[in-house]
C-alpha cells in the first residue's frame, strides 16, 4: 500500500471475490472480479438485486453494472456467477457505465442470453457503434498518424499501431442494436434503491456513474479509483481536445456526496474516502502538469519527448499508446490555458513551449 492509499479505508482489506463468485457489500449489492488481458489485469463488476414489471407482471431478478472484455475466458466466469450467484433469478438489464471494451465488450452477449436491455449513456452507445465498425481512436492508421504527428517515431511501433485496426472490434464484437438512455440527474429505481446518474467527461465520452445517497454508496465506474489514476488521453478523432481539464471538472461534482461514501470503483478495491481521494486526483494532475511545464521551459517538448517525464518505468506498446494520450492530454491543458503555445516543426511534429 502506498502512502496515499494509507490515507483510504478498504472495509475488505485485502478481501477479494473468488473467481466465479461474488462478496456481498452492501444488501443487494454483489461484488465480482473478472480478470482482464492487460498490465491492469482485473475489473470490478457489480450485480444488483432488482425488481421491474415486465410483460408478465413484477419480476425479481438482477441488474449487472459492467461487462468485461468479449472472452470465453470472462463467459465461463459469467456462467459460475449465473449458476451460483442469482438465486434463481433472471438478469433483469444490463447497465454500462461507459463504452470502453472492458466495460462493454460482453453487454451484446448477456443482453442476448437474457433478453435484457442495455442501458447506457448516448454518447457511449453511439462512439461505440462507430467503434465497432473500425479503429476510432484505438489503432489504424490515423492513429498511427496521430502519434507520429506528436513525436512517436519509432517505425516499428507505427507498424504495430497501424496493424491495430481491428482492436476494438476484438474486444468489443458487437453491441446490442437498442439501448435505454442514462442521462446526468436521472434518478434510476433498483431495487430498493434510487440510484442518481453523474455523467462525467474526460476518460469517456458520457461517462454515467451511480449514487445511492440514502445508502451513501457510489458506483464509481473508472471516473473515482483508489490506486492508479485514470487513463485521461487525446484521440486522433478529436485531435485538439482537452479532456484532463473536462476530467477535474467532473470529478469535482463527487464532492457534493457524502465524504463517508462507500466507492465501488471499476478497478482497485471498494474504499472510504472519496473527497480525499479527489484531492490526491488533483495533487497528482497539478505535479505532473508542473513537471510538464518545467520540461517545456527548458525547451521545446513534443509528447514523446514527455513519456519518460511522466512515466519512470519502462513500457510496453500497449502502455506507450496510452502514455502518449496522456501526455498530449497534459500539454493541451497547458495549452488551453495559455501557458505553453504549439508549433508545428517542418518534420511534421508539435512541439510545445512557454507562452
Given amino acids: 500500500m502506498n502512502a496515499q492509499e494509507a490515507q483510504l479505508l478498504y472495509p475488505w482489506g485485502d478481501v477479494l471475490p473468488a473467481a466465479g463468485s461474488t462478496l456481498e457489500v452492501a444488501i443487494g449489492v454483489k461484488w465480482i ?15 444488483l438485486r432488482d425488481e421491474m414489471d415486465g410483460p408478465h407482471g413484477r419480476q425479481q431478478g438482477w441488474t449487472v453494472v459492467d461487462c468485461c472484455v468479449s472472452r470465453d475466458e470472462a463467459k465461463a466466469q459469467w456462467e459460475q456467477i449465473f449458476a451460483g450467484e442469482l438465486e434463481g433469478l433472471p438478469v433483469l438489464r444490463v447497465i454500462v457505465t461507459h463504452m470502453h471494451p472492458d466495460h462493454l465488450g460482453l453487454a451484446h452477449w448477456l443482453c442476448e442470453r437474457w433478453n435484457a436491455p442495455l442501458w447506457i449513456s448516448a454518447t457511449d452507445y453511439n462512439t461505440a457503434s462507430l467503434s465497432i465498425r473500425g479503429s476510432t481512436g484505438f489503432g489504424g492508421e490515423n492513429s498511427a498518424a496521430f502519434f ?42 433498483i431495487g430498493e434503491r434510487d440510484w442518481t446518474c453523474i455523467s462525467g467527461y474526460g476518460h469517456a465520452p458520457e461517462h454515467i456513474a451511480l449514487s445511492s445517497s440514502q445508502d451513501m454508496l457510489l458506483i464509481s ?38 465524504a463517508d461514501t462507500l466507492v465501488l470503483p471499476s478497478h482497485g478495491k471498494p474504499f472510504r474516502g472519496l473527497h480525499t481521494r479527489i484531492d490526491q486526483l488533483h495533487a497528482h494532475h497539478r505535479d505532473r502538469l508542473a513537471e510538464v511545464m518545467d520540461a517545456c521551459t527548458a525547451s521545446p517538448r513534443s509528447g514523446a519527448d514527455i513519456l519518460p517525464v511522466m512515466f519512470k518505468r519502462p513500457l510496453d506498446l500497449h502502455q506507450t499508446t496510452f502514455a502518449m494520450g496522456e501526455a498530449v492530454a497534459h500539454l493541451h491543458t497547458l495549452w488551453f490555458e495559455g ?17
Wanted: aromatic letters at 8%; glycine letters at 8%; hydrophobic letters at 40%.
Fill in 339 to 355: 501557458e505553453l503555445r504549439r508549433m508545428l516543426g517542418s518534420d511534421g511534429i508539435y512541439r510545445f513551449e512557454p507562452t
Fill in 221 to 258: 465506474g473508472d471516473m473515482v479509483l483508489p490506486r492508479i489514476s485514470t487513463n485521461i488521453s487525446v484521440y486522433d478523432v478529436e485531435p485538439e481536445s482537452n479532456p484532463l481539464t473536462l476530467f477535474l471538472q467532473s470529478i469535482d461534482r463527487f464532492k457534493a456526496l457524502d
Fill in 33 to 47: 472480479r473478472m480478470g482482464l488481458p492487460f498490465a491492469l489485469d482485473h475489473i470490478n463488476l457489480w450485480l
Fill in 148 to 189: 507520429a504527428s506528436h513525436g512517436l517515431t519509432n517505425a516499428d511501433d507505427l507498424a504495430q499501431i497501424r496493424g491495430r485496426s481491428n482492436y476494438y472490434p476484438g474486444l468489443v464484437p458487437a453491441i446490442p442494436g437498442s439501448f435505454h438512455r442514462m442521462m446526468d440527474g436521472q434518478v434510476v429505481r
